[in-house]
């Protein structure tokens, strides 16, 4: 039961990587480099990303502390928006430019209907028309029961987006995690989020190994040479009873479990 929740639960932030709200725009998102606290991978839009067992997740800690990645399991950050955000009613921007008449700095104001989404100042955000996104830290947030803005501070000019969609950024690194319970198995799967909150979310999962599909390639590897051609992803999770007495001759129950896993937002 616990393998069965952490499928599905890793299943559905996989399949949604690299949504944007408008559409796929892995080559057209632009990144504030003003964000406070990059952790989560926020400072390089990339849909999905593993980290083999020698290779540092972002955010994240390798080590026996509670909390903390075991060593030689694999990681996995996935990118998207979360939920189904809202309609731009309207965007206006104050420009600085050159002598040339080029934009050298912008600061944009986002307005979209109050009751279809909750942002706060230090949000990260995702906001996109067909044409691009932008993705930054949410400050100057004023509106009332009808409208709210939203503005982005970061300075950069980037693609004009009158109209759109805005939504709160999930950018998520999936582990796991010592939980500190050996009486349970002393591992967990857990999460942490762009905004640095680390979660346990599934006992007993005790390692995650995970390869991907690059375009129509017949093998899983577990290092793509580019990620933005993956199009599947096999995550094999093994898990334990919490229970230290389930196997016949005592001891505990150990499994492993595979599930194939396709990209809804394939950018090749």
């Known amino acids: 039961e616990n393998t069965r929740t952490a499928f599905e639960l890793l299943a559905r932030d996989i399949r949604q990587a690299g949504v944007t709200g408008c559409g796929v725009l892995s080559d057209r998102v632009f990144v504030s480099d003003d964000i406070s606290d990059p952790v989560g991978g926020v400072t390089d839009w990339t849909g999905i990303r593993g980290y083999d067992h020698n290779a540092t997740a972002p955010g994240v800690t390798t080590g026996a502390a509670t909390g903390n990645r075991v060593a030689g399991t694999h990681a996995i950050l996935v990118q998207a928006i979360t939920g189904t955000g809202a309609r731009l009613l309207d965007v206006d921007s104050d420009a600085e430019y050159d002598e040339f008449g080029n934009v050298t ?118 290092s793509p040479t580019n990620w933005a051609e993956v199009t599947a992803v096999e995550v094999t999770l093994t898990a334990v009873s919490l229970d230290d007495r389930g196997g016949r001759e005592g001891g505990r129950i150990e499994r492993s479990f595979p599930s194939l896993i396709g990209l809804r937002n394939i950018r090749i």
């Open 105 to 222: 700095s912008e600061e944009r104001h986002y307005t979209f209907p109050t009751p279809d989404l909750d942002i706060d100042d230090g949000d990260i955000v995702v906001a996109c028309n067909s044409g691009g996104a932008a993705v930054f830290e949410a400050s100057g947030v004023s509106g009332d029961d009808d409208e709210t803005t939203v503005t982005d501070s970061s300075g950069r000019p980037y693609a004009d987006l009158p109209d759109g969609m805005i939504a709160l950024l999930n950018s998520t690194v999936w582990y796991v995690g010592n939980n500190g319970r050996p009486e349970e198995g002393g591992r967990s799967l857990y999460r942490r989020r762009s905004d640095g909150t680390t979660e346990e979310v599934v006992p007993g999962i005790t390692d995650m190994q995970i390869a991907y599909r690059q375009g129509d390639d017949a093998n899983f590897v577990a």
